[in-house]
């Protein structure tokens, strides 16, 4: 995955309404007004929402043009995912490091 | 080996990481702000660490580089505080994206059975420097796992 597509996904989930948007999706398709119906905000605001994260490809619409019920897409997220996993990697990595540093100096000390 | 815990939420500003280390609080305190060790572990694996300085003390200043084949790379920051064996607080800027700084609080606590839980938190200023710190993580991790699978092939032959 490209870095730009990934700033594009971690900007679409950079929002607290749109992460409540995508966990109500991985439960199944909604349409605008059913993901409206939690939030204390306007049909309108939570169009704008949905067209950020339609953009990041993180949810599709359907072709009804009444209804359009939204999906949620995946791919994008396992992007995001491998990318934060190969990150915890190397803090897991260097931490490791550290503790062989730690073991040696509790090692040397009860030897005096 | 011990899990390290690292906590990276979307859309927020921080990095946690959590870490139990089997020894004594100040042995871990110890081998976390001695320079002659930072060598050992604070870079990526794929990178030589060079200490350019390291003050430890409040008010004093450090400077780190990693270095590979390609060109080296420089990290800076001040100790705000330092008290032995709790807590480290200092600041991060990476010398090729000057003005974004991270703040850096490590805190050792003390545990019944002797050992000592490590949780290191950064907060970045936006939740852009926040990714960005993280994406440059993803190609260190990208090559770290190439270097492990070829230390993996050289066992094998």
């Known amino acids: ?112 | 080996m011990a899990h390290t815990e690292v906590i990276v939420e979307p859309g927020r500003q921080d990095i946690v990481l959590r870490r139990v280390f089997d020894a004594p609080r100040d042995v871990v305190f110890k081998a976390f702000v001695d320079p002659s060790l930072t060598p050992q572990w604070w870079g990526p694996r794929q990178y030589e660490t060079i200490v350019d300085h390291a003050d430890v003390r409040q008010g004093g200043s450090w400077r780190f580089l990693n270095r590979d084949a390609d060109g080296e790379y420089a990290f800076h920051g001040v100790f705000h505080d330092i008290t032995a064996p709790e807590r480290v607080v200092q600041t991060f800027e990476f010398e090729g994206m000057p003005g974004h700084v991270a703040l850096e609080t490590a805190v050792f606590e003390e545990r019944p059975d002797g050992t000592t839980l490590y949780i290191g938190t950064s907060v970045f200023q936006s939740v852009e420097d926040r990714d960005g710190m993280a994406a440059s993580g993803m190609e260190d991790g990208l090559q770290d796992s190439h270097a492990r699978f070829d230390e993996l092939l050289a066992k094998l032959r």
């Open chain 1, 1 to 112: 995955m490209a870095e730009d597509e990934l700033s594009v996904t971690f900007a679409a989930l950079a929002d607290p309404t749109r992460r409540a948007i995508l966990a109500r999706l991985a439960g199944g398709e909604a349409t605008v007004n059913e993901l409206a119906e939690p939030f204390e905000i306007s049909l309108q605001a939570v169009s704008r929402h949905l067209k950020v994260l339609e953009r990041a490809g993180l949810i599709s619409r359907g072709r009804d043009a009444q209804w359009r019920p939204c999906r949620l897409e995946t791919a994008p997220l396992e992007g995001a995912s491998d990318w934060i996993e190969r990150y915890k990697a190397v803090q897991r990595d260097r931490f490791d490091r550290l503790d062989q540093e730690i073991q040696r100096i509790k090692r040397t000390r009860k030897e005096h």
